[in-house]
């Protein structure tokens, strides 16, 4: 394995290999605590921009297998483990995580303290790194993350979403037969999905529930989504700042009220944009499958989440009830429109990776749905 | 929800003596619950019949019963207290057990106390087979297919559904007792009849075979508002086939997607669900096809179990502590995390390490026993290891068995060389069965046959081990290749080599072990390790993987870059621990440890403790102010006294390991406080301890040493048969035997040990009929008190753990107590003791000789300090801080009015084979404390305590040896006033009836039948009293003992046993037994 370094602005350095692919990237360094699902991380495209460290330190176990993808390939700038494990053991497993990073071009670094790197995100923020295998001046590398810009005030979702509109028919997973093939004829709503950075798996939960969903890019407008005549538009995660995405929160305002809107992550925190809200960055943000979420109605879920953003809640008190709080910090997890058919939640109830405490969202959104047609019926 | 009001008095119960099964993991639980409820100011009350434990100390419940662990006297506790609520979750099953019979008996009804934790349904469900095969249906899981039967008949039927191999459950027993696999059908007949006798519901499971599968437990917590949470997951190591306790385990899962993992979360929350545990912890375990990921239900606890305290260590995250809020009415997001401080118990800890279990065995003691691992538990205590890595912590685990391995030490080549010559065909077979067969040396052997080369596709299809976990070994000896390849850069000590000895640490070898490879001493190796700067560094548990600051000092060692410790400048005192629980040293030592630790800072100490027993109280992370989860070796714990620069290093606590290290440590330069080393060794290293004993002109038993078979023989002739043999320097009487006459030296000689110069047998004379005593004392060099003065019951020869004893003493003579006493203060002061001591005499006609001395703590100091009240262990711990006796008050004796009897408890059961007598080798788990104002009742309530049913009328079946006869005519006379039926043997039976005792005779085994055996199986016999001498004896009276055990008959083997239990059942048939708390006592 060939030497690698990585590199953080703020000067901190950490020696170590290389596995998957060699050269040079840029990206925010942070961390993730799950300690399964390395694959559908690796392949959610909210990381995109991001080198992402995982707390736990054997990774690769169970290799790569064609299933537990969230999008079509990784997104992340690199990745960064303890261990990488490259002689996987699972009877679903078919290559190897270095092979797979190799493949796709992503450089991987093992054999750091990545807990000495995790603490010091955490006391010093998340922040831009670069990791080479090319370079071995540890100053030249240090220049250049200072010279790369942070997530900070960029569009990123112009990088993951899709060019073209598109339908989804598959479903959500089984142990025995694999993911479900729906049939988008016996669909009972209408829905358009947003792609900011989309999960399959929010796609197969809406389709295992009854969807047909038609996925549609960050920049379509309105009118043509309402050309669509959904039942439902769904506003999903992706990577990066809200904040200048001004087109997509336009395009929200102007659906409110006309269609039932259910938004997940950058999803829930652009509808909080669009609602007039505030969103600010993190220190070193939520990542991870262990976060407790209660239910102001009282119960606790232990959800999944990847966002480096979050929704200023004194910025929301007009416009939005507080539905979902984080028990760790407080901070904002999921809003309801206090008179339109409008709901988001920070976390990720699709999990994948993940606890599935949070899947009954996709039902509450289909009833939102249900409702709807029968209020403009009526 | 906040805490309930409606009630006020709770009565926990705790779990009993030490057993297979069930260790000290749950006065774990129970300290963390008994301090959670009064920390919420519940009154507290307590019932356990174990003296050993923390639990059961004075100030840990507001009243606190040391008696017997039975649903009568559970029942008498609740009459007399009243208490609102019954927890019997925290207990292990026997709470548990005995709490289904109050509530089943309508006790509970009855009184209004309430079963909070888990309810009777609950309970039922999850322990019952057919209820809990039906629960899973009806939540759409699969378990092994099944049948139940209640006898031979049924048993037989269900079978041929079933087909082998075929796995036995009894219903209701601990530990997978009487249960086993059965690979043909003669097995499968005696399997079942045993395990249908060893279920107290007549039931037994026949279970479809899924040895071989991928083996998972998850830990998991529900709380009223229905929030559940999963604090850890475990993969077994070892597949299925191989009960949990027994198994390596590590923690996290390993080889699970997220996928697979949250098919396993999900099973385990509508299994919590559906089984209605309400609230507290629960343990579900899975098995999976490792070909198509088909997952099974193998069981689920609805109590905190042994993996939760596992989970609980490995996590940080304190199951015991929650689970007992829990029960109260606190909903887990009410209850603050305390390692973070900001956050709440309502989450799911993520660990940025690896966690090994290395089950610990005893076989050795049991040479009779089958040591293959099955579903039926074996293992006696454990070690856990962290590490980054599995690979580190793996080797972690391996050293820190203290089996005297450091790592994977070869079994079959000389693995100082750099290469192997080829198996033989013997061997290749024996290391084929060694990998087939699960045994607790599989992992040595599985290395090498990654040593001889064989493919890890042939080794995975030997012992269907996961290959992740395969493949990491074979990367441990890839190392050790490249490590003994690499052997001239020694040599030269430059940096090529720093970067491998630190990539060699990284994979956990330990100092021990490089020096093995390396030709080089252990101390060569540290001080090249140290010459080219690889040291480890001490990382944090915290439950978050670092996500939040953690406030709570709990640390594990590894080879990173970055340390955590961040040691303070305070005066601190280090408390070595005393490792893995085993036959000789368990909870006892553990118990002065923690104590040792409160003391120190009630003086405003610092405290750090090190241990690796993941059961412990010690390891706790609020016992201590620091606490290091680390292996007791020179290596490891040298690291951490480097780090911390402690004022003093205690090792007189842990038992025999940290004494072991005493001198290494003092050699390199760590503060030993107490005693000191050179003290240590004048009392373990024979001749300097008859140099003492010249010197004070003290008695001994006449004894030798020899070095060869002959030098033996000229002893033993010269001092007079009969005599004890033993090797130098043993634990807990390993190899010891007395020996009666020539041939069976002999055969001692050749077959047990071989003397050699540098093994030397130590041969004394065996003091027949003579009173063993026991003494605890303190000593700060100035002044001596006893602590405690313990006449054993059985007479000497039987080794002292397993003894029963009695404080005061019963029989003996002030004078010759006062000679004890002089002689303790002699001995005392003359080795400078610092702290606790501990001797053995042994009074023959009233002559006091001396057997044994040691200055440490010992196992009955827990024992003492509850029947005296005074603190054995806090108080030496301070004198070790410099505080003396006459500073803290203590310069009298304390002798009580009331009487405590100490009675051992013995693992019989689950070793079919092994022969239940007794002798000079420890076999003894654990122990149980009667108390009461006289003999008879405290010994009664000793008995209850430990298991046995003492009859209060019935039959006594009598077979003793001639020299026994007339001792036991009197209690024998006894029974027959109480209106006892006497059986006897022809010989006995004789004399007795010469004696005017009304006796029927009753065949010997040999003698043919209807013989003894038959009539204790028709349950014709109520009590054996049965002497042996002689082998050809023995072997006679084997089967009546063996069937005693499995009939659960209360049998006495010594005339002193004899006596006490016959003044036992006197009592007992003059009164009910009366409870009482003991802070009444004291």
Not at chain 1, 181 to 207: M, S, W
Not at chain 2, 441 to 467: M, N
Not at chain 2, 664 to 686: C, H, M, N, Q
Request: net charge negative; proline share 5%.
């Amino acid at each position: 394995m060939k030497k690698a370094i990585l590199a953080l602005a703020d000067g901190t350095v950490f020696h170590g290999k290389s596995f998957g692919a060699t050269g040079e990237v840029t990206g925010e360094v942070v961390f993730n605590t799950s300690m399964s699902g390395y694959q559908e991380i690796l392949t959610d495209p909210s990381y995109c921009g991001e080198i992402v460290t995982m707390t736990y330190p054997q990774i690769g176990n169970t290799g790569i297998n064609a299933e537990d993808v969230e999008s079509g390939k990784p997104h992340l700038s690199a990745f960064v483990v303890r261990e990488a494990w490259d002689m996987p053991s699972n009877w679903r497993s078919e290559m190897s995580l270095g092979s797979y990073l190799e493949q796709n071009n992503i450089i991987g670094l093992c054999d750091i303290d990545t807990r000495a790197l995790v603490r010091h995100i955490r006391t010093h923020g998340a922040q831009v790194g670069i990791i080479s295998t090319l370079d071995a001046d540890t100053q030249s590398l240090v220049e250049k993350a200072r010279k790369t810009p942070g997530l900070k005030g960029q569009d990123t979702v112009q990088k993951v979403t899709c060019s073209e509109p598109y339908h989804w028919t598959e479903g959500v997973w089984n142990l025995e037969t694999g993911y479900e093939k729906t049939n988008p004829e016996q669909a009972r709503f209408r829905v358009v999905a947003y792609d900011f950075g989309i999960k399959r798996n929010i796609l197969r939960h809406l389709a295992s529930l009854g969807c047909h969903v038609t996925v549609v890019p960050a920049t379509t407008t309105a009118q043509q989504v309402l050309a669509l005549n959904p039942d439902g538009v769904f506003l999903s995660n992706g990577p990066g700042d809200p904040e200048p995405l001004h087109y997509a929160q336009e395009n929200i305002r102007k659906l409110l009220g006309k269609k039932p809107i259910f938004g997940i992550c950058l999803g829930h925190q652009l509808l909080a944009l669009a609602l007039g809200g505030k969103t600010y960055k993190l220190k070193f943000g939520h990542r991870g499958g262990n976060q407790p979420v209660r239910q102001l109605s009282g119960r606790v879920e232990i959800t999944s989440q990847n966002h480096g953003f979050a929704v200023a809640a004194d910025s929301m008190e007009d416009s939005a009830l507080l539905t979902h709080i984080n028990l760790n910090d407080n901070t904002v997890e999921g809003l309801e429109h206090k008179s339109l058919p409008a709901f988001s939640v920070q976390y990720h109830p699709e999990a994948s990776p993940g606890p599935h405490d949070a899947r009954y969202l996709f039902a509450r959104f289909i009833e939102l749905m249900e409702n709807f047609r029968a209020s403009q019926q009526g | 929800m906040p805490k309930r009001t409606d009630i006020k008095k709770i009565l926990i119960i705790g779990a009993g003596p030490i057993i297979i099964g069930q260790a000290c993991e749950f006065d774990y639980s129970g300290t963390q619950a008994c301090k959670a409820l009064k920390e919420e100011g519940y009154e507290v009350i307590l019932l356990n019949s174990n003296p050993a434990t923390i639990m059961t100390d004075p100030d840990f419940a507001d009243r606190t019963y040391v008696e017997p662990v039975t649903p009568e006297v559970l029942r008498r506790i609740i009459e007399k207290e009243r208490p609102d609520a019954v927890l019997p979750t925290l207990g292990g099953q026997t709470a548990l057990n005995t709490a289904v019979e109050v509530a089943e008996n309508g006790t509970l009804e009855e009184f209004g106390v309430e079963l909070i934790g888990a309810k009777l349904p609950a309970i039922k469900m999850a322990e019952d087979r057919t209820l809990f095969k039906q629960a899973m249906g009806r939540i759409g899981l699969d378990v092994p297919s099944s049948g139940l039967a209640h006898n031979f008949e049924e048993a037989m039927e269900v079978i041929k559904s079933i087909g082998f191999p075929a796995i036995i459950r009894p219903s209701f027993t601990l530990g997978g007792t009487g249960g086993g696999i059965a690979y043909n059908l003669e097995e499968y007949e005696e399997m079942a009849i045993k395990g249908i006798d060893a279920s107290p519901t007549d039931e037994i499971l026949i279970e479809e075979s899924v040895i071989g599968w991928k083996e998972f437990e998850l830990e998991v917590m529900r709380d009223t508002a229905d929030n559940v949470v999963i604090i850890c997951s475990i993969e077994n190591l070892d597949p299925m086939g191989v009960h949990t306790g027994d198994s390596i385990t590590v923690a996290p899962a390993q080889t699970l997607t997220d996928k697979e993992y949250q098919i396993l979360r999900d099973a385990s929350i509508k299994i919590m669900r559906e089984i209605g545990v309400e609230t507290g912890g629960s343990n579900v375990q899975f098995g999976i096809n490792p070909d198509n990921g088909r997952l099974v239900v193998i069981e689920m606890n609805p109590r905190v179990s042994r993996s939760s305290a596992l989970a609980s260590k490995a996590t940080g995250f304190p199951i015991a502590k929650i689970a007992a809020k829990l029960a109260v009415g606190y909903t887990l997001d009410e209850i603050p995390n305390d390692i973070t401080r900001e956050t709440y118990a309502s989450f799911e800890p993520t660990i940025d390490y690896v966690v090994t279990k290395f089950p610990r065995f005893t076989f050795e003691k049991f040479p009779q026993a089958d040591a293959t691992l099955t579903t039926q538990m074996k293992s006696v205590g454990e070690a856990m290891a962290i590490g980054r890595t599995f690979k580190e912590s793996l080797q972690k685990s391996l050293r820190s068995l203290e089996i005297d391995s450091y790592g994977f030490e070869s079994r079959l080549f000389d693995d100082s060389q750099e290469s192997f010559a080829a198996l033989t065909d013997e061997n290749s077979t024996l290391l084929r069965t060694k990998l087939s067969q699960p045994n607790w040396e599989r992992l040595w052997y599985l290395a090498d046959a990654f040593r001889a080369g064989w493919s890890l596709d042939e080794i995975f299809a030997l012992t269907k081990i996961d290959r992740w976990f395969l493949i990491n070994i074979q990367q441990i000896l890839e190392m050790e290749k490249t490590l003994r390849a690499n052997r001239s850069l020694v040599a030269g000590a430059g940096e090529e080599l720093g970067e491998l000895l630190r990539e060699a640490k990284r994979f956990g070898f330990s100092d021990r072990r490089l020096a093995r490879l390396w030709s080089l001493t252990e101390g060569e190796v540290r001080k090249l390790r140290k010459d080219l700067g690889v040291l480890p560094v001490f990382k944090r548990v915290d439950t978050c993987a670092a996500e939040f600051e953690a406030f709570t000092p709990y640390f594990y060692s590894s080879y990173e870059t970055e340390c955590e410790s961040a040691p303070t400048d305070r005066k601190k005192i280090i408390i070595l621990g005393g490792g893995p629980n085993r036959i000789g040293q368990g909870i006892e030592f553990d118990y002065c440890c923690v104590h040792g630790s409160f003391a120190l800072a009630e003086e405003g100490i610092e405290t750090i403790m090190i241990n690796c027993n993941p059961e412990t109280v010690s390891t706790d992370y609020d016992t201590s102010d620091r606490l290091y989860f680390e292996p007791l070796t020179l290596e490891d714990v040298l690291s951490i006294v480097e780090i911390e620069k402690p004022f003093g290093v205690i090792v007189q606590y842990g038992g025999q390991t940290p004494l072991k290290l005493a001198v290494a440590l003092e050699e390199a330069g760590v503060p030993i406080i107490g005693t000191s080393p050179d003290a240590i060794d004048r009392a373990e290293d024979r001749e300097r301890f008859q140099a003492l004993l010249h010197k004070l002109d003290l008695k001994q038993p006449a004894n030798g040493i020899a070095r060869s078979f002959e030098e033996s023989e000229n002893i033993a002739q010269k001092i007079g048969y009969p005599v004890v043999v033993r090797p130098s320097y043993v634990l807990g009487g390993r190899a010891m035997e007395i020996v009666y006459g020539q041939a069976q030296l002999k055969r001692y000689m050749h077959t047990a040990v071989m003397a050699s110069p540098e093994h030397p047998i130590l041969i004394d004379k065996f003091l027949d009929e003579a009173i063993e005593v026991d003494v605890d004392a303190l000593c700060d060099g100035k002044t001596v008190v006893m602590g405690g003065i313990m006449q054993h019951i059985e007479e000497a020869g039987i080794h002292s753990g397993d003894s029963a004893c009695v404080l005061p003493p019963f029989s003996l003579e002030q004078s010759t107590i006062a000679e004890i006493r002089r002689q303790t203060v002699e001995l005392a002061m003359e080795l400078g003791v610092i702290g606790l001591m501990n001797i053995q005499y042994a009074v023959r006609e009233g002559e006091v000789y001396l057997i044994e001395v040691n200055p440490r703590a010992s196992r009955t100091v827990p024992f003492v300090s509850k029947a005296t009240g005074r603190p054995l262990a806090k108080v030496a711990a301070k004198v070790m801080a410099g505080i003396s006796l006459e500073q803290q008050g203590v310069t009298e004796d304390i002798i009580p009015k009331h009487i405590s009897v100490k009675e051992a408890v013995f693992p019989f059961v689950k070793f079919p084979g092994v022969d239940t007598l007794l002798g000079p080798e420890m076999k003894s788990t654990g122990e149980v404390m009667g108390i009461d104002y006289e003999f008879g009742p405290a010994f009664a309530k000793a008995q209850f305590g430990a298991g046995v049913r003492l009859p209060k009328s019935g039959t006594v079946f009598v077979s003793v040896k001639d020299s026994d006869k007339e001792h036991v005519l009197q209690p024998v006379n006894r029974l027959v006033e109480l209106g006892f039926k006497v059986v006897a043997t022809r010989g006995t039976a004789s004399y007795l009836q010469s004696r005017g005792v009304e006796v029927e005779i009753v065949n010997k085994v040999k003698e043919g039948r209807p013989s003894i055996v038959d009539a204790i199986k028709s349950e014709q016999i109520n009590l054996v009293f049965n002497t042996t001498f002689g082998a050809d004896a023995v072997t006679d009276s084997y089967s009546i003992r063996r069937t005693t055990l499995m009939f659960n008959v209360a049998y006495f083997t010594t005339v002193a046993g004899i006596k006490a239990s016959a003044q036992a059942i006197e009592a007992m048939c003059r009164e009910t037994l009366d409870v009482c708390p003991l802070q009444e006592y004291l």
